[in-house]
């Protein structure tokens, strides 16, 4: 029996509106509106890198720019109405679904032992119950606090001596909690004083909370790709809810057209080809978006929907990139076309921008480039900037 075929640009349409991308950029960014736009998106990753504003500030701000980083901090660290944790990567994710954590607590608490051991060494165990009980004694306490009398690396990101790697073991497995950040560092506490209560659920129910969750954030899915949103449910265990869900009529097999024309098979929730003719269309303004952007982070999955190759060459010597190291999707309307290089000089209240990169096949007419002098006057105010200044030959062919 044939599918039913969502084709490329219904689908654009739906899973833009999924990620909150679909509608102009506008309305109130704090507390209810605020814990609102990221229970809609599921999560929103944390990441420290500061060319021009951090990623989860980003993300906020171009689905909500009157959003101020403040707003943010209150709800995570003075309401507690969001937490951190892990999902693919650090992230914060509205505290009401802190009872399906529980299975990544104890998963975590399983798998990163040993990974911890191979990696780090096995001395980080015998501080495990030395860093819990400094903690409950003394408070909330930064990695540099701790294991003062241990050998420190040479600067590496990753250089974690024992105390810290048992901080991270502690936070991963539940233990603790980030209580808040300073700068960029956690300062960890105990749970008990960071998470509310939260009630007891069996792993069936979190999986299937996990599964649907996902779907309905993404619009449609392979399971591969439900396995992947929150990066807790097993690919096998996203497998068999398909299955499942699929008999009890909760889902549907759809054939997905991606930007070459070709059909991927997925899941989704039934009718969902009415519900891509309803979504809206994405607004024709130009938005800056955060390499780090929800809707941007499968890179496999955003090459095949919008014909966007994307990835970030933090690892390219600079001689062999074609782009900057750290460039930002600009996406118009329902499209991807071009790739920005810039970075905020604060002391100068510059942001100064280094290039722009037009897809294949975008003309940069004079419309096309007020509206992107238009969006960088914006992103300048948003990240403390004064103006906008260009390099010679910022355009690029």
């Known amino acids: 029996m044939s599918l039913p075929v969502l084709k490329n640009r219904a689908a654009r349409r739906l899973f833009l509106d999924r990620h909150a991308l679909a509608e102009q950029p506008v309305g109130p960014a704090k507390g209810d509106d605020l814990l609102a736009l990221i229970r809609r998106l599921g999560f929103v990753q944390l990441d420290s890198i500061n060319t021009v504003e951090r990623a989860h500030h980003m993300i906020l701000w171009s689905r909500r720019q009157s959003y101020r980083p403040g707003a943010l901090k209150r709800l995570l660290e003075k309401d507690r109405r969001l937490f951190e944790h892990w999902t693919h990567d650090a992230s914060v994710i509205p505290t009401e679904f802190l009872a399906h954590w529980r ?74 909690a980030v209580t808040r950040r300073e700068g960029f560092a956690k300062v960890y506490d105990l749970a008990e004083r960071v998470y509310p209560e939260a009630p007891a659920l069996s792993e069936a129910e979190t999986i299937d909370w996990a599964c649907g969750a996902a779907l309905d954030r993404l619009g449609f899915a392979t399971t591969g790709e439900i396995a992947a949103f929150w990066a807790k449910v097993r690919p096998e265990e996203a497998k068999d809810w398909a299955a499942r869900a699929l008999k009890r009529g909760e889902i549907e097999e759809v054939a997905v057209e991606g930007a070459d024309g070709a059909r991927r098979r997925s899941f989704a929730r039934p009718d969902v080809i009415g519900a891509a003719d309803s979504a809206p269309e994405a607004p024709a303004r130009l938005r800056i978006l955060s390499p780090f952007d929800p809707a941007l982070r499968d890179r496999a999955r955003a090459e095949r929907l919008f014909g966007f190759h994307y990835r970030i060459e933090v690892f390219v010597p600079e001689a062999q990139r074609r782009y900057g190291y750290y460039v930002f999707p600009v996406m118009e309307g329902d499209a991807l076309i071009g790739r920005l290089d810039a970075r905020a000089r604060r002391a100068e209240g510059v942001l100064q921008v280094a290039g722009f990169w037009p897809e294949p096949g975008v003309r940069m007419g004079k419309l096309r480039l007020r509206r992107l002098e238009a969006e960088l006057d914006r992103l300048a105010r948003f990240a403390g900037c004064d103006r906008v200044a260009f390099d010679p030959g910022w355009l690029r062919p």
């Open 103 to 176: 299975l990544r607590f104890a998963r975590d608490a399983e798998t990163l032992r040993s990974r911890y051991r191979d990696w780090q060494g096995p001395e980080f165990e015998a501080k495990l119950d030395e860093v819990l009980a400094r903690i409950a004694a003394e408070g909330p306490v930064r990695s540099g606090e701790v294991g003062e009398d241990e050998a420190r690396g040479k600067g590496g990101w990753w250089e974690w001596h024992p105390s810290k790697t048992a901080l991270e073991f502690l936070w991963r497995s539940g233990q603790l």
